[in-house]
């Protein structure tokens, strides 16, 4: 029996990041347009036509990838029958994957950027070669697409030189998506807002004006509260910690302030929300 995320969890929603498998007939195009995330595309058969701000009528063969800025609007034709593999992404792997391609990024002020496509080493095949059998699968977890991706960020990191990978996300660390790649890549692990801070190398007076400029609308710790919300509800409907344990957890000064949080982002109190929930499941 094949057993997929419960609904409460927050990984059961369409992956935010994660892979798609499609397959074109010669002929067929497509369009990536610009938007929230960032695509890659890999090319596992046949061979297709790009064109986009950056290059103009780019034939692009089996065996090699591309990146998509996600303010790019990418247009592309299948020159043959062709199997792609599409990764979309809002930040490219974890912290660490990103603190080398800044360095490296800042260091080379003659840096001439090309957009062109990288080829599919051996490392990087075998990963898409497991890839594909769990999409071809349909693999029903969220958190395979959201590991898988940390993943390839993996082998980006260790299998392909610095230079090569600058060059190809290039877009990203020439505008302001570097900053919100440190925070959204350090969140997780940080346990409050000034260790968030820290983990991105400011002094909390800095972050905080730093943070306002690439999140308008939202100061630090409020923009903290709402991430942590589809996490507080997994923890309230898929443990039986007690109330005070998830306040704890997740930095509340007590189960009252907890309570407040659960009104005004969930909807009710911790109880009622766990009960709710648990009813909706029964």
């Not at 499609?22 to 695509?39: C, Q, V």
């Not at 064109?51 to 043959?80: D, M, R, T």
């Not at 660390?173 to 440190?182: E, L, Q, W």
Request: glycine letters at 6%; hydrophobic letters at 40%.
């Amino acid at each position: 029996m094949r057993q997929s995320c419960p609904k409460s969890c927050p990984s059961a929603k369409e992956p935010f990041s994660g892979f798609h498998l499609y397959n074109y007939r010669a002929g067929e195009s497509f369009l990536i347009e610009a938007g929230e995330l960032n695509h890659l595309v890999f090319v596992i058969s046949g061979k297709l036509t790009l064109n986009s701000e950056e290059c103009n009528g780019l034939e692009v063969n089996k065996g090699s990838f591309f990146f998509c800025y996600n303010c790019g609007h990418y247009a592309i034709e299948a020159k043959s029958d062709l199997q792609i593999v599409i990764a979309h992404f809002a930040r490219p792997g974890a912290a660490c994957d990103v603190a080398s391609l800044l360095q490296f990024s800042k260091a080379q002020r003659d840096f001439q950027y090309k957009f062109e496509p990288v080829p599919i080493n051996k490392q990087l095949d075998e990963f898409l070669s497991l890839l594909i059998g769990f999409l071809k699968d349909d693999v029903p977890c969220a958190h395979m697409h959201h590991s898988m991706i940390e993943l390839l960020f993996v082998v980006f990191r260790f299998y392909y030189d610095v230079e090569v990978l600058s060059n190809l996300f290039f877009n990203l660390f020439d505008h302001a998506v570097s900053f919100r790649t440190m925070v959204e890549g350090n969140r997780v692990k940080a346990r409050n807002l000034n260790h968030l801070a820290e983990l991105c190398g400011y002094d909390i007076n800095t972050f905080n004006v730093v943070f306002r400029r690439h999140y308008p609308g939202y100061t630090p710790g409020v923009w903290m509260q709402i991430q942590r919300k589809d996490e507080i509800l997994a923890d309230l409907v898929e443990s039986d910690a007690p109330i005070y344990h998830i306040s704890k957890k997740y930095g509340f000064s007590s189960s009252s302030h907890l309570g407040e949080y659960c009104k005004k982002y969930l909807g009710d109190t911790p109880t009622k929300v766990r009960a709710r929930y648990r009813k909706m499941k029964q």
